[in-house]
């Protein structure tokens, strides 16, 4: 079996499609208009959580094949399996979380990939063309571009908090644990969980931030003007330092493309599109659902997509690992079993 190179695996670091800031947007839209009828108390922290669930191997300190797996490789096993072992509100809105980033990957990448297509020649999604520095400054300088004009309507990351589901519901932990263990065979750290927690108060100082690099227009006439300086005069040069260098996800941050007004009602319809299939899937139990391309928004086959098929092919290098972390659980499971039948069979000499 084949396993990828260092470099293609690390290439995935860049963020996925759509921003993250889109992601939580439409969770904050979903869970305000229906939480009261899905959970019997506040869990909004873990339907955030869940939104960015599968982006969290993209997060400093995070392992990145997590999300390669739960973006190529059975996107509708992993997460169903999470719904089927979720027995808390706290579990249960980390799923739908999850299910709903699914429902936005798949209605919102075609329609990104599209416009990368517009200033890109010969773009092509199931190609490497992703991996090119080109089209990763194009694709992510229009990311960012969709996020900021979402922030600049909405002020809902101002109180935004991140918790990941903590009950163990098996040896291997919690219920996105124990999914991974059961559909890959693959051990997650929970030192991911409390990495992607930990930026939450960093996400809720990007508005801040953006501000700051003139992409958020101040209400104060001598800010804006500050803003003009710092947007026209001092990231221009930065910008171009950071092409020399290779730098896409800096590059796009100083220098992103703020769409159109036209095309922010698209994205905006596209997002109310995704909530509107989410709820309708939701009364129907996800039974539609499909093992998705999270990158393409098509299902996801061997040979068809080669980002899939370089997580695929790393995925099924895993076998002796596999093997072994079987073996690991039946040893502890036998342990388990020979300790219950010792006490229970010295408590029946004894007495």
Same mark, same amino acid.
């Given at each position: 079996m084949l396993l990828c190179s260092r470099k293609a695996q690390s290439s995935s670091l860049w963020c996925n499609m759509p921003g993250f800031i889109s992601h939580l947007y439409m969770a904050n839209n979903v869970y305000h208009a229906h939480h009261t009828r899905w959970f019997k108390k506040d869990v909004l922290p873990y339907f955030l959580a869940g939104v960015l669930g599968p982006d969290m191997g993209y997060f400093p300190n995070t392992d990145s094949f997590l999300s390669d797996l739960c973006h190529y490789v059975r996107s509708k096993d992993l997460v169903m399996n999470m719904l089927s072992n979720a027995k808390t509100d706290e579990e249960k809105a980390f799923? *739908?979380?999850? =299910?709903?980033?699914? *429902?936005?990957?798949? #209605?919102?990448?075609p329609f990104i990939n599209r416009k990368v297509s517009e200033q890109v020649k010969n773009f092509k999604p199931d190609d490497y063309d992703l991996f090119h520095f080109r089209p990763k400054l194009v694709h992510t300088r229009l990311e960012y571009g969709f996020d900021i004009r979402i922030m600049h309507e909405d002020d809902f990351m101002k109180h935004m908090n991140i918790l990941f589901p903590s009950r163990s519901v098996s040896k291997h932990g919690n219920i996105i644990q124990h999914a991974f263990f059961t559909v890959y065979c693959y051990h997650?750290?929970?030192?991911? @969980?409390?990495?992607?927690?930990?930026?939450?108060p960093w996400m809720r100082k990007l508005p801040f931030g953006f501000s700051v690099l003139g992409l958020l227009p101040s209400k104060h006439a001598v800010l804006r003007a500050l803003q003009w300086l710092v947007r026209h005069v001092l990231m221009?040069?930065?910008?171009?330092? =950071?092409? #020399?260098?290779?730098?896409?996800?800096?590059?796009? #941050?100083? &220098?992103?493309?703020?769409?159109?007004?036209?095309? %922010?009602?698209? *994205?905006?319809?596209?997002?109310? &599109?995704?909530?509107?299939?989410?709820?309708?899937?939701?009364?129907?139990? @996800?039974?539609?659902?499909? &093992? *998705?391309n999270l990158d393409t928004g098509g299902i996801s086959i061997f040979g068809k997509n080669k980002h899939a098929d370089l997580a695929i092919q790393r995925w099924q290098a895993l076998d002796l690992k596999k093997v072994l972390a079987r073996f690991r659980y039946q040893?502890?499971?036998?342990?388990?079993?020979? &300790?219950?039948?010792?006490?229970?069979? %010295?408590?029946a000499e004894k007495s």
């Open positions: 799923a *739908y979380g999850w =299910l709903l980033h699914i *429902y936005g990957d798949v #209605l919102i990448h997650v750290s929970a030192k991911n @969980f409390s990495a992607v927690e930990k930026t939450a221009p040069p930065v910008h171009f330092f =950071l092409i #020399l260098l290779k730098k896409p996800v800096p590059a796009a #941050l100083v &220098n992103p493309t703020l769409p159109s007004d036209e095309e %922010m009602q698209e *994205y905006k319809q596209l997002i109310h &599109n995704v909530e509107k299939q989410f709820l309708l899937s939701e009364k129907k139990s @996800f039974k539609a659902l499909k &093992n *998705y040893r502890n499971a036998i342990k388990q079993y020979l &300790n219950r039948f010792y006490k229970k069979h %010295m408590k």
